[in-house]
């Protein structure tokens, strides 16, 4: 086995990965001092040791980056299979180290420290020992060393440490033996002279103890005898108390009949009274209700007669009215007559003027010939041109006239759109409050059915009130019976406290009985167990706990001073838990058992009160029966049942059958929830009357809107008839608009003719030259006919005027008639109110006869009950006579029993007495039949004579036997303990004996192997001499010497005995002598130092045999050598290499690198080592540099 390969990284100087590869024979390593020469080595012997107490040492330490891990590993050649336990042919050994912990890896398995040691020691390698790597120094170390310093390394080598360790186990064992045997004697004899006095003690303990087996059979028939004669009394009492326990009993069942009839009537007492009280409040509603129909009668009789009168009176003015429209309408009739006999003048008129201009226009084209022939052609021209301009200034008149009626035109065609959009406006919104009304009539009908509902609601509601009201007063007898007088004050206190502004009720959490809630099944367990609790208050802190103190000491000193006026305040006691302030309890956990459950899972909870229920209820179960419940209170559980009977741990018991129905947690809840729903029905009734107010209100909002709805509706019917007439009339002023227009334009184009004919006529005289005289004659016909055409037009113009004129006061009869309209349609809307009211006074009339039926039925039912109560009354009056009768009778059967109750304690008190003194007899012992016979007295003078001879014995000592045999018992285990001692002594001496044997022959026998090589190789070194290795052992005279004085030490008794332990061999001594001369002797202390040195290699090299190593590990071993012993050591290093084993070997000399196989130059750069295979030259220049350097320091 050797090593081939080396790997190694982070490693001392070696940062890089850097591999060696190796082979058999001497390897060399060279380099400088300083480069990393002796770290290879160092790393070899830190995979194959257990090195890891200075883990940072290992680690690069250099320039760059912080080095956090290293590794190395080994490459063995297991050719010869030294591996035994591995086939492969290379073990790979790898040793990393990370995070300051190391991690072994075989073959690229992880493997623990264990099984690593043992991997090595199978092959011969010893983790805390390798003597097969030789560091500096230490040839100088083993060549200084004395012989039994040679001997102990010899030792240390072999593990003989082993057997020095235990020597020494063996030796402080003996001392214990011997420590034991001492006083193991000394209690021998302490135990001797104990017995001696035992003895007789003993003897007078028999003779007392015979007198008192006599004394206790007397005893026992006394006993018997006075039993008996107690028994008997007590018999014939208990059948006494017993027929007197079944008469009360039976009068005990007629008093509970005679209570459950008396419950019954008076349950039905209950009943009829909460009738009573229906019937009654439904009779007070009725009478209610009549009264407000009454009111609401006499309200709509006087509305119908007052709109009755306000109809009569306007009646009346509508006849003159109707009179007025009727003469208006006559008037309407004649002024259209009128207008229609002006319009006809008007034509009339117009046409006139027409033919006269016709007339003119004839008269003016006969008179153009002659005119031509004869004529002043410039006076002619004169006066046609000034009838032009007559024409041309009627034509301008005409053309203002003209615009003046289209202006009025588009006037009048404008505001014909403007009345019709106000009559479409007009018509949407008349429909609009058309539909409105209907919307407010189905509204109000809406809310007059919602106010019927409200008020069945409110009689319902008053019904469930009075229930609950009976209920209340039921349940509050029972809880005046059941709740104590402290805790309802207590109650009322709190109320008082929670008013306070000074205290935060977010802080107040309220009692123990509102922060709880409890199945039916277990409230009368969680009644009996909590009964005491259910008033404690909760807070969330000691604040608030002090505040409502100080509240009740402020109240307490008000009373004191007579400031404090409310009289019910009561200073109780009231215990206040504040929770901030609890002791928390360490989690319990309960054994899964079906007989059994924990009562806090029974109870839901407000999780802020965990830790006070925890508190109260911890270990408290829930089980079937009593009976087994005898191995939960071993077990420091308290019991309770179903029924509230409680057993608590330390033993004692209450609860038991209740005849009570109802527990305080099922009264103050049934209470709490009445009062609850008691406020919750008054609260609901007041808010259905706040909502038939409510509702009233929108009645008459919605009365009010629909009045200003319906009126609003008649002012746009109003308003339409008089936009229609507006319509009419404009329509009609549009019509002679028209006409005007027309004629206008008739007129107009008549004058532009005529005009035209005129300048025709200056033409034809310009180109005739007319005379003027005869023009003269035809103008005058001309000129009278102009006059005429001025003189109707005069005419025209006043018929016109006088046509407009009509037109206006036709326009105001149409306004007058319109307004008419108006007044009368609002008095038929007025009719439509009178018979709404009658409707509704019918409908209240006949909800009276209604309510009056049912007043008659609820006073007859309520005279009915009034006589069953009566009768009811009179059964219970028996009932309580017959009570009083019962009762009586119960007690004077009490006192009978009371007294023979008395009589029976006096009698059990007696028995109870002999029992105790009753004597039992010893088991085994037969009672003797001569005290069968013996009467009371017999046996008691006997028992006084046998008492007077135990006074004699009155100093005797009891004990004296039991003091014996635990004596003696303790005397034979003292005498066994010895001789056990005794075997283990003897056992350990031989032990130790052995262990001494076995370390000598061990040591003999490592000696020959290791003489004989040692001789060997030291005649290999020294050429002409020879050694030896010579074994030093005591002689038989020196080794009888020290037993002599060891057994001297012991008849001392300083020491115990060290035969067993002495070693025979005392060291190990080098004997050197001359070839020429074998007397000539010398020892090591003789040579020089050089000589020293090569046997102390010569030493490690026989070393190699013990464990046949095939590697050696040098680092520079022939530093102190000179050349000659250089050689020597390189002949004989060569010579074992030849033999198979492997040398690696750090040197700064020629000499070994001559016979060396493989080279390797170790640098240093930068503090980071790099080796790499070299030549022997580069190996002589650094050793060269490196001996200049020497010389030079």
């Known amino acids: 086995m050797y090593i081939k390969q080396i790997k190694l990284k982070g490693f001392r100087t070696y940062k890089n990965e850097t591999t060696i590869d190796f082979t058999k024979g001497i390897n060399c390593i060279v380099g ?25 040492v290992f680690l690069h330490e250099g320039i760059g980056n912080a080095v956090r891990s290293c590794y190395v590993e080994i490459i063995f050649d297991n050719s010869e299979k030294y591996f035994s336990m591995f086939k492969e042919k290379e073990i790979k050994i790898k040793k990393v180290m990370e995070n300051m912990k190391c991690e072994i890896y075989v073959n690229e398995k992880n493997i623990s420290k264990n099984q690593y040691v043992e991997l090595l020691e199978s092959c011969g390698l010893c983790v805390n020992n390798l003597y097969n790597i030789i560091k500096q120094g230490q040839i100088i170390k083993l060549s200084n060393m004395k012989d039994e310093e040679i001997l102990n390394y010899l030792k240390s080598i072999l593990g003989a440490k082993i057997f020095e360790e235990k020597k020494k186990d063996a030796l402080s064992m003996l001392k214990e033996c011997d420590a034991k045997k001492g006083i193991i004697e000394k209690e021998f004899q302490e135990m001797n002279t104990k017995l001696e006095s035992l003895q007789t003690e003993f003897e007078h303990f028999l003779e007392y103890k015979k007198l008192e087996k006599e004394k206790v059979h007397l005893e026992y028939h006394l006993n018997e005898i006075n039993y008996k004669n107690v028994y008997k009394e007590t018999q014939t009492l208990k059948s006494k108390l017993q027929e007197l326990k079944n008469k009360t009993q039976d009068e005990d069942n007629n008093l509970s009949s005679s209570n459950n009839t008396k419950s019954e009537y008076t349950e039905q007492l209950n009943k009829m009274k909460l009738e009573i009280i229906s019937y009654q409040n439904e009779l007070d509603k009725s009478v209610s209700e009549e009264i407000q129909n009454k009111r609401n009668i006499t309200h709509l009789e006087i509305l119908i007669d007052e709109k009755r009168k306000e109809k009569k009176f306007k009646e009346s003015k509508n006849k003159s009215k109707i009179e007025n429209l009727n003469q208006i309408n006559d008037f309407i009739l004649r002024v259209n007559d009128k207008l229609q006999s002006l319009k006809s003048v008007m034509n009339l008129k117009e046409r006139e003027i027409e033919d006269k201009q016709n007339e003119i226009n004839m008269l003016l084209s006969t008179k153009q010939t002659t005119n031509a022939k004869d004529g002043n052609y410039s006076h002619n021209v004169k006066k046609i041109e000034k009838m032009i301009g007559d024409i041309n200034t009627e034509l301008s008149v005409l053309e203002k006239e003209a615009i003046k009626n289209d202006k009025y035109l588009k006037e009048l065609e404008e505001e014909s759109k403007l009345l019709k959009n106000s009559v479409n406006e007009n018509k949407t919104l008349s429909d609009k409050c058309a539909d409105e009304i209907s919307q407010l009539n189905s509204k109000s009908e809406n809310c007059v059915e919602q106010k019927r509902q409200y008020q069945q609601k409110i009689s319902e509601g008053t019904a469930n009130l009075n229930i609950v009201k009976s209920q209340l007063i039921e349940v509050n ?11 309802k004050e207590i109650i009322k206190m709190v109320e008082l406290i929670l008013e306070d502004s000074s205290i935060h009720k977010e802080n107040v959490l309220g009692f123990l009985i509102d922060n709880i809630n409890v199945d039916k099944t277990y409230v009368k367990a969680v009644d009996t167990v909590l009964e005491n609790h259910y008033f404690t208050l909760i807070v969330e802190d000691m604040k608030t706990a002090k505040k409502i103190v100080e509240f009740i000491e402020k109240k307490r000193e008000e009373k004191k001073k007579k400031e404090f006026e409310f009289k019910d305040f009561f200073f109780g006691k009231l215990t206040i838990v504040p929770l901030l302030n609890m002791r928390k309890y360490s989690e319990f956990t309960y054994p899964n058992d079906k007989n059994m459950v924990p009562l806090i899972n029974c109870v839901n909870y407000n999780s802020k009160i965990y830790e006070f229920l925890k508190s109260i209820l911890f270990k408290t179960v829930i089980v079937k029966s009593l009976e087994c419940c005898q191995n939960y209170l071993e077990d420091n559980y308290n019991c309770v049942n179903m029924d509230g009977d409680y057993m608590s741990k330390q033993g004692f018991m209450y609860g038991g059958y209740n005849k009570k129905k109802y527990g305080v947690y099922t009264i103050y809840n049934k209470l709490k929830e009445l009062k609850e729903k008691e406020k919750k029905e008054k609260n609901s009734i007041e808010e259905m009357s706040n909502n038939i107010e409510k509702i009233d209100e929108e009645l008459r909002i919605i009365c009010d809107k629909k009045s200003n709805t319906v009126a609003q509706k008649n002012g746009c019917l109003t308003t339409l008839n008089s936009i229609t007439n507006s319509i009419h009339a404009n329509e009609e002023n549009v019509r002679i608009t028209s006409e005007k227009i027309k004629q206008i334009k008739e007129k107009k184009e008549h004058l532009e003719d005529y005009k035209d004919k005129l300048k025709v006529q200056i033409l034809h005289l310009r180109n005739n030259n007319v005379n003027p005289d005869e023009w003269a004659k035809g103008s005058v016909d001309i000129n009278a006919l102009n006059e005429q055409v001025k003189k109707l037009k005069e005419e025209l113009n006043k018929v016109t005027n006088e046509y407009d004129d009509f037109k206006n006061k036709l326009e105001l009869l149409y306004q007058k008639r319109n307004e008419n309209d108006a007044n009368i349609y609002m008095e038929e809307y007025e009719d439509v109110d009178i018979d709404e009211y009658t409707k509704e006074l019918r409908e209240k009339k006949n909800n009276i006869e209604k309510i009056e039926k049912e007043k008659m039925l609820y006073e007859q039912k309520i005279k009915q009950i009034n006589k069953d109560m009566e009768s009811v009354k009179s059964n219970l009056d028996k009932i309580y006579i017959n009570e009083k009768k019962h009762k009586k009778k119960i007690l004077d059967l009490c006192h009978q029993m009371n007294q023979i109750n008395e009589e029976l304690r006096i009698l059990e008190g007696k028995e109870e007495n002999i029992r105790k003194k009753k004597i039992i007899l010893p088991q085994g012992i037969k009672d003797p039949n001569e005290y069968k016979n013996y009467d009371k007295q017999e046996l008691s003078a006997k028992l006084k004579s046998i008492t007077l001879e135990l006074q004699k014995y009155s100093n005797v000592n009891e004990k004296a036997g039991d003091r014996l045999n635990i004596l003696m018992s303790d005397f034979n285990e003292l005498k066994k303990r010895n001789e056990e001692i005794s075997t283990s002594y003897k056992n350990i001496k031989d032990m130790i004996q052995h262990i001494g044997k076995k370390k000598d022959e061990a040591l003999e026998a490592t000696y020959l ?7 060997e190789y030291f005649s290999l070194l020294f050429k002409n001499r020879k050694a030896t290795l010579v074994l030093k052992k005591m002689s038989e005279q020196e080794y009888k010497d020290i ?16 035969e067993a332990y002495v070693d025979k061999i005392t060291g190990i001594s080098i004997n050197i002598t001359s070839n020429e001369d074998e007397k000539m002797s010398y020892t090591i202390q003789e040579l020089s130092g050089g000589e020293r040195s090569i046997v102390a290699i010569c030493l490690f090299l026989c070393l190699n045999k013990i464990d046949n190593f095939s590697f050696f590990f040098f680092d520079e071993i022939d530093a102190a050598l000179d050349t000659v012993h250089r050689d020597n050591l390189s002949l004989l290093l060569r010579e074992l290499a030849q033999r198979g084993t492997q040398f690696i070997i750090t040197t700064f000399r020629k000499e070994l690198l001559e016979y060396c196989e493989n080279m390797y130059i170790v640098r240093i750069v930068d503090r980071e080592s790099y080796i790499a295979k070299g030549t022997k030259k580069e190996a002589y220049e650094i050793i060269s540099i490196e001996e200049k350097n020497a010389i030079e320091n």
């Open 1009 to 1015: 192997k290791i003489s004989k090589y040692f001789s």
């Open 1043 to 1058: 037993l002599r004085e060891a057994n001297e030490k012991r008849a001392r008794k300083k020491v115990i005995d060290d």
């Open 477 to 487: 007898d029972k809880y005046e019976e059941l709740i104590k007088s402290s805790n």
């Open 32 to 56: 400088f001092n300083g480069s990393g020469k002796s770290n290879i080595l160092l790393a070899i012997e830190f995979i194959l040791s257990d090195m890891c107490e200075y883990k940072q």
